[in-house]
């Protein structure tokens, strides 16, 4: 080991020799065809190369994907609650496991070490929750309008299908695709960010040591256009299940529409906290905190609008300005610290950016607004609030995703659930109100696929669906029963034991 010593003091975990890893393809460990690589970066530190992966192409992904195919023949015969029996050791491992993921998911991804558990502790819960599903993936019987018909609808898997996920939830958010997708007797390509290819590959590894046939689960990593356009078209894959930003899903959306290949978009969001005059002051603080800055923003559920009724702004710009100040940035691993970097130079270079349009657009910057080079040799950014934010600047609408917040007065609870509304996402919102009415009316108007009572924008649990209106998403949800839509489709099932003709809305007796 050859340790770097980071300005809060934390020891990064970097080796002299960074290991270099392979695809799973078929079964196999193996490197990309061209044998080109690229690194993996610790962004608290840059110079913790924390290790080197293939450069996939198309023809990793045409060699995954053929397998995947063939993997399927007998996949979706091996009966639900065997295919489940592999999930539940998967999460026994991941328990076991843990801590050692955590630590990992921290120096790659950057969030500090409680919420790598947490994102570690998604996958637990998410793997148990679908396994469970192996005795469930209920379907329907029903009285036929006819004598001595059957009725019922079954819940088929679709095939192969290609999972692209985003870097923020490196572990979580494939977990939330491939447990179900794997249970209903899908299989898999699976190209995760390439900041975040290490975590991908702990994931998959389990998956393999829980007992996973060859073929069924497939890792291809690399480049977004590289990788991801090549299970775009290639013709074989039925569904792809993509989280990531509006742009990119928007691509994926045009690209699969002339072959209609099924297209699930999990998207960006612009998520307000609504503070009404009779609330809980200390609780909206420490929920706005969390949400804002947890992550250091990079959630696609954080706070980063917060809509305040004027009689309470004063006092919650205060509270909320002398607690940021508080916030230690620095190595997530280090015990003490609140906020890590945000993901990579590019995300450093768009936040600044929207930080130069909030100033230009009138905005005051009430705090923050830099990097901050002391807390480390990586990509960090002060947690930063906007003051006296107009609904309409672009700070107010557009998804920044870093540690940056903006102050919204409001004049009502009217005003303030049409300043929420007022945008082009719908992933999630909160409300901070002692008043039950008050409470019950946001929960109804708010445009959003997930709504907060007296908690934070950041807070889903699996067992609920998860998923956002408007450009947040096209109609589907995760996790929950509602994600068997996305991975099943209906077969349904008509059986007539009369032994003669019976002619449906025809022959009425
Ligand atoms: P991104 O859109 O840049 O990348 C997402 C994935 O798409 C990555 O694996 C990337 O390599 C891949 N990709 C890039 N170009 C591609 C192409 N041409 N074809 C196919 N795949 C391609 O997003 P990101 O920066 O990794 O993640 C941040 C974004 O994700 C934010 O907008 C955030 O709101 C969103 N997000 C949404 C949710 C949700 O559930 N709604 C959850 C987490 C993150």
């Not at 609408?397 to 659930?417: R, W, Y």
Request: hydrophobic share 40%; proline share 6%.
């Amino acid at each position: 080991m050859v340790g770097t010593q980071t300005a809060t003091g934390a020891q990064t975990e970097q080796t002299s020799t960074p290991k270099e890893f392979k695809n799973y393809i078929n079964g196999k460990w193996q490197p990309a065809k061209s044998g080109k690589t690229f690194q993996s970066i610790n962004p608290a530190n840059p110079a913790d190369i924390v290790g080197i992966f293939p450069a996939s192409d198309k023809q990793d992904v045409d060699e995954a994907v053929a397998a995947a195919k063939k993997a399927y023949e007998d996949w979706r015969l091996y009966p639900a609650p065997k295919r489940a029996e592999i999930l539940f050791r998967a999460g026994q491992i991941f328990i076991e496991r843990k801590e050692e993921l955590a630590r990992e998911l921290t120096r790659e991804m950057g969030k500090v070490l409680a919420e790598a558990r947490g994102d570690v502790q998604e996958v637990i819960d998410m793997v148990f929750y679908a396994a469970g599903e192996g005795r469930r993936l209920f379907g329907q019987t029903t009285p036929s309008e006819l004598r001595n018909k059957f009725a019922m609808s079954v819940r088929v898997p679709l095939g192969v299908i290609g999972c692209i996920t985003p870097w923020n939830f490196p572990m979580a958010i494939p977990s939330w695709k491939i447990a179900p997708a794997l249970v209903c007797g899908n299989t898999i390509v699976f190209k995760p960010a390439s900041d975040t290819p290490l975590v991908a590959t702990r994931f998959v590894e389990i998956l393999e040591e829980a007992g996973l046939p060859p073929g069924v689960l497939n890792l291809v990593t690399g480049g977004g256009s590289a990788v991801g356009d090549a299970m775009l078209e290639n013709p074989e894959i039925k569904l792809i299940s993509f989280t990531g930003s509006c742009d990119v899903g928007r691509h994926v959306n045009e690209k699969c529409a002339p072959s209609f290949k099924r297209v699930s978009l999990e998207m960006g969001g612009k998520n307000a906290t609504i503070v009404l005059d009779d609330a809980n002051l200390d609780l909206a603080v420490d929920g706005i905190l969390w949400g804002a800055f947890g992550t250091a923003g990079q959630r696609c559920t954080a706070t980063s609008r917060v809509i305040v009724q004027k009689g309470i702004y004063p006092q919650l710009r205060e509270k909320l300005l002398e607690r940021a100040k508080s916030l230690k940035l620095g190595y997530g691993l280090d015990a003490n610290v609140d906020v890590g970097p945000v993901i990579n130079e590019s995300s450093l270079k768009k936040i600044e950016k929207y930080v130069q349009i909030g100033q230009e657009e009138g905005a005051k910057l009430l705090f923050g607004g830099q990097r901050a080079p002391e807390a480390g040799p990586g990509w960090f950014f002060q947690p930063t609030i906007f003051d006296e934010v107009k609904p309409n600047m672009r700070i107010a609408q557009e998804e920044i995703f870093g540690p940056v917040t903006a102050l919204i007065p409001v004049s009502d609870l009217k005003e303030a659930l049409h300043v929420a509304n007022d945008i082009e996402f719908g992933l999630s919102t909160a409300i901070y109100t002692k008043d039950v009415n008050k409470a019950f009316e946001a929960v109804r108007d708010l445009e959003s696929g997930l709504t907060y009572v007296n908690a934070p924008t950041i807070g889903a649990e699996v067992h609920l669906p998860f998923g956002g209106t408007k450009n947040t998403g096209n109609g589907h949800r995760e996790a929950a029963e509602a994600c068997l839509d996305i991975f099943t489709e209906w077969k349904t099932v008509y059986i007539d034991y009369s032994d003669k003709l019976q002619r449906a809305q025809i022959d009425i007796e």
